[in-house]
C-alpha cells in the first residue's frame, strides 16, 4: 500500500492540494487535509460542483457536519458508488479513504504527455500559470492607440510615462495661517511637475510608517504600561522633554574642543535675533522676545513681516525637532554598532551556510528529478506484473492442496480398508490364541489413538486458521482508528452540547 499512497499523495498534489512533505501515507491524513484534497478533486473533475464547497473545514459541529454532507453528496453526484457520508470525513478511517481518493484520482483529467512530465512544485506551478497567462494576452490581437476605446487609452495607451523621481515637500500640521496665506501648494513645490505623484506617494509613505511604528510601539510597550494612549503620550513627551534638557545642559558646558560650536550657537542667536523684528542697539533678545515683539509689527509690511514671523516661529520648532532628531540618532547609532556587530556574525553563517548549500546542492543534482506521471504508470504496472505472479502462486498452491487433499483421503480410505481387513483376519485368530487376543487389542487401542492423532491435528489446523482471520480483522479494525474516532466523537459531542446550551442562553435572554 505504500506504493499506492505514494501515487495518490502525488496526483493529489498535482490537483493543487498543499500536502506537507512528511505526510508519506493515506493514515497520515488528517480530516482538515481530507476534506481540502476532496474539495481540490472536485473543482478539477467538476468546477461548477466543487466551486460552491468550502475546502477549510469550519470551527463549529454543526457547520462541519453541514459541509461533511455537502461533501457526500458531490463524491455521489460524480459517480462515488461505496457507502459514505460526513463520519467518512470527520471520523475517517484508512480503507474508506483509500478507496475514495483512488476513485476521485481515475476521475481526474488525463493530462497530456507534455504536462505530464512537468514537476508539481508550487515554483513549477506559479510560473505554468505566469506562461499562461502571458500566453493569453499575447493572443489578444493589438490595436491601434486611434481605435482603442477612451476608457481603455489611459492603461493600453504608451502616453507620457515618467521616471519614479521624488522630492521632499512641506506639510506642517501647525501653522495654519502659514498654510493659508503664503506655503505653496503640494503641485507647485516640486521642481518638475512630473515629480508630484512620486513625492506624495513617498510623502504619504512616511505618514504611514509612522503610524505604523506608533501602532507596534503601543502594543509592544504602551499596552504593558497599562495608560491610555493619551496618558502614555505625555509621560513619553515629558521624558523626552527631560532629555532634551539635560543634553542642552551638557552641550552648554564649555569645551575645549567646542569653539566652532559655540560660533554656530551665536550665528543661530543672531539670525534669531533678526528675524525678531528690528531692534536698535544690538540689544540680545531674552527669553520669549520673538513672540513678543511680533506685536511691534506695523501694517504697513505686515506680508513680509508675517513671513519671517512664522519662518522664526518654524526655525524654533526646527531647533527643537533637530534635538530630538540627534538623540534618536545617537540611539540609532548605538544601534547601528549592535547591527554591525550582527552582521558579522550573519556573514560568518552565511559563509557557513554557503558551503552547505554547495554541498547540498552537488547532493541535489545526483538525485533523480520529480517523478512523473509516466514513472508512476511504469511502477503501476510493476505492481500489477507482481500481483499476477502472486496469483498464479496461489493458484498453484491452491492446486497442490487440492491434490495433497486427494490423496489424503485416498490413504485414509486405503487404510480404512487394510484396518477392517485386519481385524477381520486377527479377530478370527484371538478366539484360538492368547497373544493374537493381546495383539487385537493393541492394534484396536492403535487405531483409536491415530484417529484422536489426526482429529487433533485437523483441529489445530482449524484454529491456525481461525487465528489468522482474527488477526486480519485486528489489522482492519486499527486502520479504522476506531479508539480515536470514538475519542474525536466524544469531544465533538460535548461541544455541540456547549454549542446548544449557549443557543438556549441566547434563546432565554431574546
Same mark, same amino acid.
Given at each position: 500500500?505504500?506504493?499506492?499512497?505514494?501515487?495518490?499523495?502525488?496526483?493529489?498534489?498535482?490537483?493543487?492540494?498543499?500536502?506537507?512533505?512528511?505526510?508519506?501515507?493515506?493514515?497520515?491524513?488528517?480530516?482538515?487535509?481530507?476534506?481540502?484534497?476532496?474539495?481540490?478533486?472536485?473543482?478539477?473533475?467538476?468546477?461548477?460542483?466543487?466551486?460552491?464547497?468550502?475546502?477549510?473545514?469550519?470551527?463549529?459541529?454543526?457547520?462541519?457536519?453541514?459541509?461533511?454532507?455537502?461533501?457526500?453528496?458531490?463524491?455521489?453526484?460524480?459517480?462515488?458508488?461505496?457507502?459514505?457520508?460526513?463520519?467518512?470525513?470527520?471520523?475517517?478511517?484508512?480503507?474508506?479513504?483509500?478507496?475514495?481518493?483512488?476513485?476521485?484520482?481515475?476521475?481526474?483529467?488525463?493530462?497530456?504527455?507534455?504536462?505530464?512530465?512537468?514537476?508539481?512544485?508550487?515554483?513549477?506551478?506559479?510560473?505554468?500559470?505566469?506562461?499562461?497567462?502571458?500566453?493569453?494576452?499575447?493572443?489578444?490581437?493589438?490595436?491601434?492607440?486611434?481605435?482603442?476605446?477612451?476608457?481603455?487609452?489611459?492603461?493600453?495607451?504608451?502616453?507620457?510615462?515618467?521616471?519614479?523621481?521624488?522630492?521632499?515637500?512641506?506639510?506642517?500640521?501647525?501653522?495654519?495661517?502659514?498654510?493659508?496665506?503664503?506655503?505653496?501648494?503640494?503641485?507647485?513645490?516640486?521642481?518638475?511637475?512630473?515629480?508630484?505623484?512620486?513625492?506624495?506617494?513617498?510623502?504619504?509613505?512616511?505618514?504611514?510608517?509612522?503610524?505604523?511604528?506608533?501602532?507596534?510601539?503601543?502594543?509592544?510597550?504602551?499596552?504593558?504600561?497599562?495608560?491610555?494612549?493619551?496618558?502614555?503620550?505625555?509621560?513619553?513627551?515629558?521624558?523626552?522633554?527631560?532629555?532634551?534638557?539635560?543634553?542642552?545642559?551638557?552641550?552648554?558646558?564649555?569645551?575645549?574642543?567646542?569653539?566652532?560650536?559655540?560660533?554656530?550657537?551665536?550665528?543661530?542667536?543672531?539670525?534669531?535675533?533678526?528675524?525678531?523684528?528690528?531692534?536698535?542697539?544690538?540689544?540680545?533678545?531674552?527669553?520669549?522676545?520673538?513672540?513678543?515683539?511680533?506685536?511691534?509689527?506695523?501694517?504697513?509690511?505686515?506680508?513680509?513681516?508675517?513671513?519671517?514671523?512664522?519662518?522664526?516661529?518654524?526655525?524654533?520648532?526646527?531647533?527643537?525637532?533637530?534635538?530630538?532628531?540627534?538623540?534618536?540618532?545617537?540611539?540609532?547609532?548605538?544601534?547601528?554598532?549592535?547591527?554591525?556587530?550582527?552582521?558579522?556574525?550573519?556573514?560568518?553563517?552565511?559563509?557557513?551556510?554557503?558551503?552547505?548549500?554547495?554541498?547540498?546542492?552537488?547532493?541535489?543534482?545526483?538525485?533523480?528529478?520529480?517523478?512523473?506521471?509516466?514513472?508512476?504508470?511504469?511502477?503501476?504496472?510493476?505492481?500489477?506484473?507482481?500481483?499476477?505472479?502472486?496469483?498464479?502462486?496461489?493458484?498453484?498452491?491452491?492446486?497442490?492442496?487440492?491434490?495433497?487433499?486427494?490423496?489424503?483421503?485416498?490413504?485414509?480410505?486405503?487404510?480404512?480398508?487394510?484396518?477392517?481387513?485386519?481385524?477381520?483376519?486377527?479377530?478370527?485368530?484371538?478366539?484360538?490364541?492368547?497373544?493374537?487376543?493381546?495383539?487385537?487389542?493393541?492394534?484396536?487401542?492403535?487405531?483409536?489413538?491415530?484417529?484422536? +492423532?489426526?482429529?487433533?491435528? %485437523? =483441529?489445530?489446523?482449524? $484454529?491456525?486458521? @481461525?487465528?489468522?482471520? #482474527?488477526? *486480519?480483522? !485486528?489489522?482492519?479494525?486499527?486502520?479504522?482508528?476506531?479508539?480515536?474516532? +470514538?475519542?474525536?466523537?466524544? %469531544? =465533538?459531542?460535548?461541544? $455541540?452540547?456547549? @454549542?446548544?446550551?449557549? #443557543?438556549? *442562553?441566547? !434563546?432565554?435572554?431574546?
Amino acid at each position: 500500500m505504500e506504493e499506492v499512497d505514494r501515487i495518490l499523495i502525488h496526483s493529489l498534489r498535482q490537483a493543487g492540494t498543499d500536502i506537507d512533505e512528511d505526510v508519506q501515507s493515506v493514515k497520515q491524513f488528517t480530516s482538515e487535509l481530507i476534506v481540502e484534497a476532496v474539495v481540490k478533486c472536485l473543482r478539477v473533475i467538476d468546477p461548477a460542483l466543487g466551486n460552491g464547497l468550502s475546502h477549510l473545514l469550519p470551527p463549529g459541529m454543526s457547520a462541519r457536519f453541514r459541509l461533511g454532507m455537502s461533501l457526500a453528496q458531490a463524491c455521489q453526484d460524480v459517480g462515488f458508488k461505496g457507502e459514505i457520508g460526513y463520519q467518512t470525513f470527520l471520523y475517517s478511517n484508512e480503507p474508506e479513504i483509500r478507496s475514495l481518493f483512488m476513485f476521485l484520482v481515475e476521475k481526474l483529467p488525463r493530462e497530456s504527455a507534455e504536462a505530464s512530465d512537468q514537476p508539481a512544485g508550487k515554483s513549477a506551478l506559479l510560473q505554468r500559470a505566469i506562461a499562461a497567462q502571458i500566453k493569453a494576452q499575447l493572443s489578444v490581437p493589438w490595436l491601434p492607440p486611434s481605435c482603442r476605446l477612451p476608457i481603455h487609452c489611459k492603461t493600453q495607451s504608451s502616453g507620457p510615462c515618467h521616471r519614479f523621481h521624488t522630492e521632499p515637500l512641506s506639510l506642517p500640521y501647525s501653522l495654519q495661517e502659514y498654510w493659508r496665506y503664503y506655503l505653496l501648494p503640494v503641485t507647485a513645490q516640486p521642481s518638475q511637475h512630473s515629480s508630484v505623484p512620486a513625492s506624495l506617494l513617498e510623502n504619504h509613505i512616511s505618514e504611514l510608517s509612522a503610524a505604523q511604528e506608533w501602532e507596534s510601539e503601543w502594543n509592544s510597550q504602551g499596552l504593558l504600561s497599562r495608560l491610555t494612549p493619551e496618558e502614555y503620550r505625555s509621560r513619553k513627551k515629558a521624558r523626552l522633554q527631560k532629555r532634551i534638557e539635560e543634553q542642552l545642559r551638557a552641550a552648554a558646558q564649555p569645551r575645549p574642543d567646542t569653539h566652532g560650536a559655540t560660533r554656530s550657537t551665536s550665528d543661530l542667536a543672531e539670525l534669531l535675533q533678526s528675524f525678531g523684528g528690528a531692534s536698535t542697539g544690538g540689544d540680545v533678545l531674552t527669553k520669549g522676545t520673538r513672540f513678543t515683539h511680533t506685536e511691534k509689527f506695523t501694517f504697513t509690511q505686515v506680508p513680509v513681516r508675517i513671513y519671517y514671523v512664522f519662518l522664526a516661529i518654524n526655525c524654533a520648532a526646527l531647533i527643537m525637532t533637530l534635538t530630538a532628531m540627534w538623540s534618536e540618532s545617537s540611539r540609532k547609532l548605538s544601534e547601528i554598532k549592535d547591527l554591525h556587530d550582527k552582521i558579522r556574525q550573519s556573514a560568518e553563517e552565511a559563509k557557513k551556510k554557503e558551503s552547505l548549500h554547495k554541498q547540498l546542492q552537488t547532493e541535489y543534482e545526483t538525485l533523480s528529478k520529480d517523478v512523473s506521471r509516466s514513472a508512476y504508470t511504469m511502477r503501476i504496472l510493476e505492481i500489477v506484473g507482481n500481483i499476477k505472479k502472486q496469483k498464479e502462486e496461489i493458484t498453484k498452491i491452491l492446486s497442490d492442496t487440492k491434490e495433497l487433499q486427494k490423496e489424503i483421503n485416498s490413504l485414509t480410505g486405503k487404510l480404512d480398508r487394510t484396518f477392517a481387513v485386519t481385524d477381520e483376519l486377527v479377530f478370527k485368530d484371538a478366539k484360538k490364541d492368547e497373544s493374537v487376543r493381546k495383539s487385537y487389542k493393541y492394534l484396536a487401542a492403535l487405531h483409536e489413538n491415530c484417529t484422536k +492423532l489426526i482429529q487433533t491435528i %485437523e =483441529d489445530t489446523g482449524t $484454529i491456525l486458521r @481461525e487465528i489468522r482471520d #482474527l488477526e *486480519e480483522q !485486528i489489522e482492519t479494525e486499527n486502520g479504522k482508528r476506531t479508539v480515536s474516532n +470514538l475519542e474525536k466523537i466524544l %469531544e =465533538d459531542y460535548k461541544a $455541540i452540547r456547549q @454549542e446548544n446550551s449557549a #443557543l438556549a *442562553e441566547k !434563546i432565554r435572554e431574546g
